[in-house]
């Protein structure tokens, strides 16, 4: 019986024993510092240790980061508060290996709670942003785990912030003296159209960037694009400080050069202080372009790439649209009913001021089209017939609107039409027995009675002597 109560209390020893394991593992793994640190939505950030704390002396060991790091963090040992603005900045510029914790923000008030059972400083650090996102200034921080006899920094209440100021970035396209608004505009085939690309500017001394390239993608409707300003602001960029990528044009890339991204994160230029990067390009509309006036016609859109601390980031801008329209001229025998089409006759376009624009001859079945032209008022006329028609001497004046509605006037009639429409009537010959035959009888018949009554006058006279 004994026996059987010595191996009863050892199995039951052994059961807590084993039962103790697992909460002595979970009080052992048990966060014995905390930090509680606030970002902004989307932005992430990792913890790196700088140094460890001997808790007994409060000296620094193990020092990550090099000589700057080691001087600065000297001087921040004996500074108030958690900022340091010599030991951020060596830190910022320093790559640290192993992270401790890392979190992405999933809103501006979320919280994070870093937990640790190394005494030491740390270093916050930002290493992803959202997308399309200017950040004018850095994030960061430090803080010692722990600091005099304070275990916990800040509090999920006051938890420490992180100095990350950002702002919208926004890119937009327009179309500088179009006829319709900044987005939409008409124009005739050779006709130069003119754009304007915005951007924001982005970035920061603290956040400098290494690239910002806008980007122009003019489609194929166009030729001989050109950039004839750059301007931060107000103020014009000199050649040198831009270059101009035109061997794609889907992709004509206005890139900010490196000496000049280099000034403004040396501040000697105003980049950084300024708002908007502007940039106008000039193109021709070709003969080639799509008439019409639907959206996708002749369409063209930009866009920004900036390049940082924190990669790539790409920004789509803005569409817009240039619209062209034919001009159908039919030329038809006003004798028949279903208006008989007439090859051969030349008609001329012109502006309303009476400019010459270009002249074409109707094709045998009587249709010529003047192509590619903008909103407007033209001049149509008929200036050779057909062989064996009349000239058609009426002016017709043509309205193109916006929309691509073609109205006609004529000696005094308007009309809103599909095709400029233009009779001709056939040269009327006299025939044998007309009208040209009994002149001359007529004429014979007069001269005829005159004799006869200047006969009789003479004989009367003859009688009386």
Known sequence: MKTTKKIFAAVLAVMMIALMIPFSASAATSDAYNAFIK??????????????????TGEYTEIQGGTAVETALKTW?????????????????????DSKGDHTFASDEDVYNFGTNEAGVYYVKVTGQPAETSVKKKGGALFALPEGTKTTQGSAEAPIELKINTGAVEVSKEIVGGDIDTKSTTASAGDTVTFKLTASVTGSKEVPLTEYTIHDNLSGSFDTPAVTEVKVDNTKL????????????????????????????????????????????????????VSGNTATDNSNSDSLTYTNVYGQTEKSGETVYVYTFDLPVFKYDG?????????NATFELKTKEGTLIDTKTTDSSGNVTF???????????????????????????VVISTTGVITVTVDGNSSTVNQVEVPDYP???????????????VGGAALIACAGVLLFVLKRKKAAK
């Open 427 to 441: 040269v009327t010959v006299p025939s044998t027995g007309g009208m040209g035959t009994m002149m001359f009888y």
């Open 371 to 397: 192509a590619k032209l903008a909103a407007g008022t033209y001049k149509v006329k008929e200036t050779v017939a057909p062989a064996g028609y009349n000239l058609n001497s009426s002016e017709y004046t």
């Open 77 to 97: 040992k004996n500074a108030s508060g958690n900022d340091s603005k010599a030991l951020l900045e060596a830190c910022e510029n320093t790559t640290f290996a």
């Open 39 to 56: 970002g902004k939505n989307g932005f992430t950030v990792n913890v790196y240790k700088v140094a460890k704390i001997d808790t007994t």
């Open 335 to 343: 004798t028949t009913d279903n208006k008989t089409g007439l090859g």
């Open 238 to 289: 000199s050649t040198s400080d831009y270059t101009v990528d035109a061997s794609s044009q889907s992709d004509i890339k206005i890139s900010l050069s490196e000496s000049y991204l280099k000034a403004a994160k040396e501040g000697t230029n105003d980049f950084y202080a300024s708002s908007d990067v502007t940039v106008t390009l000039t193109a021709v509309l070709k003969d080639t372009a």
